[in-house]
């Protein structure tokens, strides 16, 4: 006899612990902000968030991930119960109801609608019953036997909704009923109760938002947009304060300084890491100064390579001697100074003398086109990475192709050769340092905006900076209801985590 699907969400549910095949370097993924659709628990402590992906759950608190519902990936209809421990989430053809705190399955409700599924779903403040609203009546379902117990009218459904905890279409109410919060355009109101004077408008700039609540005992406002996912407003003043989901700190650009990582985020945010042992240090508003947007300094400070229009290589001291490099809006000089290279959208990559920037040679990948290059230390050659996730290291004097590595990920940012020789990059917003000899991906950083931090090796090892349970980070596995999310504190640290690991990998102490 075939299994049930209630058999085999359970088993997807439980992937984590079954026989399901986890490889964490893979399967990996350091955050996941976008929640443009989603609907909170009548505690407002839990969220579930809707879209394209499988429906999750989160701590509305901490942001974090708490587990994921296997199914079709789309906006349902969906219900909390009142007392907080049942969700209830309706397709087409049935309702399955969750148990939030435990994460698994307790039922599911088999519907036989011919060509109408559920307009909504709720459950009754006890759990005994769930409730479908379709398009003629409401069916209402013992959630323990599974089987339909009455059919009632449509004009019941208003009564039972609001049994239910689920609420109503329409503004919002604080938890103590104070306050209520509704959307009016790109803004958020909150007034008094029952339709009273504003009070706070929150102007989010949001084009198409789609919900929103109070959050963390009323003090934050929480608003959900197709487009711009999900954040945090102070209840307060208004002001924006954070994207809700893990915050995961995304670093697209890193250099060494005096023994030490800096990794730069898309804001300009830098972030100091020490090796000896992997710690964070601290961070400091600002890039670093060896690059900007629109311009390149050499090692010595005597020669600026400038992006304009046209670009050029501007000699310092009293003659200031500048050199025309039209076809160059990126580039990066050897650590002596004598070779620089040169990139444009579409062209090939050219090496050129540091001096006066006339060329030497070019750079011909056969398929994918080069994005981020650096010297090695001593300017014979030349790291570079692909648009195939790839890294390739080619000559500088004859600008040939040396050695072709493997795909070590989608999209590499930034690259450079570490004091100890190996190659670390900015691949997928993660830092992923590389074998300088076999281009063999050795580890892998992912950052917090707490400051917290995770490790991984290829073989499936990890560590992080809060120890054998993660704060955020999660898997993307293969269930049998297709790919769902495991949050990575749900792994078994037995068999996956290892102290220490980035000093055993690296040979620091």
Not at 375 to 391: N, Q, W
Not at 479 to 486: A, D, M, N, R, Y
């Amino acid at each position: 006899m075939a299994p049930s699907l209630l058999a085999l969400l359970i088993s997807a549910s439980q992937a984590w612990s079954s026989s399901t095949p986890i490889q964490p370097w893979d399967q990996f993924q350091a955050g996941d902000p976008y929640i443009p659709f989603a609907k909170l628990s009548p505690d407002h402590k839990l969220l579930l968030s809707m879209y394209d992906d499988d429906p999750r759950v989160w701590d509305v608190k901490t942001g974090m991930l708490l587990f994921v519902i296997p199914g079709p990936g789309k906006v349902l209809p969906a219900a909390f119960s009142a007392d907080n421990s049942r969700l209830a989430i309706a397709d087409f053809k049935r309702i399955m109801v969750w148990n939030v705190r435990t994460g698994k399955p307790v039922c599911q409700l088999h519907l036989n609608l011919e060509e109408e599924g559920c307009e909504d779903v709720g459950i009754s403040p006890d759990g005994s019953r769930v409730y479908c609203l379709t398009s003629s009546n409401v069916l209402v379902f013992d959630s323990t036997t599974g089987k339909l117990d009455r059919t009632l009218n449509r004009r019941s459904w208003r009564r039972l909704a609001k049994d239910s905890g689920d609420g109503l279409e329409g503004p919002t109410p604080s938890r103590d009923r104070k306050r209520e919060i509704d959307i009016e355009n790109r803004d958020v109101v909150i007034r008094r109760a029952h339709g009273g004077r504003p009070i706070r408008r929150i102007r989010t700039g949001q084009a198409r938002l789609t919900g929103t609540w109070f959050i963390n005992d009323d003090s934050e406002v929480l608003t959900t947009a197709r487009g711009d996912g999900a954040n945090v407003w102070d209840g307060k003043t208004g002001r924006f304060k954070r994207p809700f989901g893990e915050p995961f700190a995304s670093m697209e650009h890193l250099v060494f300084k005096n023994g030490a990582m800096e990794t730069v985020s898309p804001a300009g945010e830098a972030t100091l890491w020490s090796l000896r042992p992997l710690r964070r240090l601290g961070t400091a508003p600002g890039a670093s100064p060896e690059t900007t947007l629109d311009s390149v300094v050499s090692p010595d400070g005597t020669r600026t390579l400038k992006f304009g229009q046209p670009a050029e290589l501007e000699v310092l001291g009293k003659d200031g001697a500048k050199f025309d490099l039209s076809d160059a809006d990126d580039g990066v000089f050897s650590h002596d100074g004598e070779l620089l290279v040169t990139q444009a959208v579409g062209q090939n990559s050219k090496v050129r003398d540091g001096r006066d920037g006339h060329p030497i040679c070019e750079l011909m990948p056969k398929s994918a086109q080069l994005g981020p290059v650096c010297f090695t230390p001593d300017g014979t050659r030349i790291a570079a990475g692909g648009s195939d996730g790839r890294l390739s290291i080619w000559s500088a004097a004859s600008g040939r192709l040396l050695q072709a590595g493997p795909k070590i990920g989608s999209e590499i940012w930034s690259i450079c050769y570490a004091p100890d020789g190996r190659i670390y990059g900015i691949v997928d917003e993660t830092v992923v340092v590389v074998d300088p000899v076999t281009l063999k991906p050795l580890l892998k950083l992912a950052q917090y905006e707490d400051g917290s931090w995770i490790v991984l090796t290829p073989d499936g090892k990890f560590d992080s900076s809060t120890g054998s349970h993660p704060k955020f980070g999660h898997l993307v596995v293969p269930t049998v209801c297709g790919p769902s999310l495991i949050p990575f504190s749900k792994l078994d640290p037995t068999r996956f985590y290892t102290h220490g690991l980035a000093a055993s990998v690296l040979g620091t102490n």
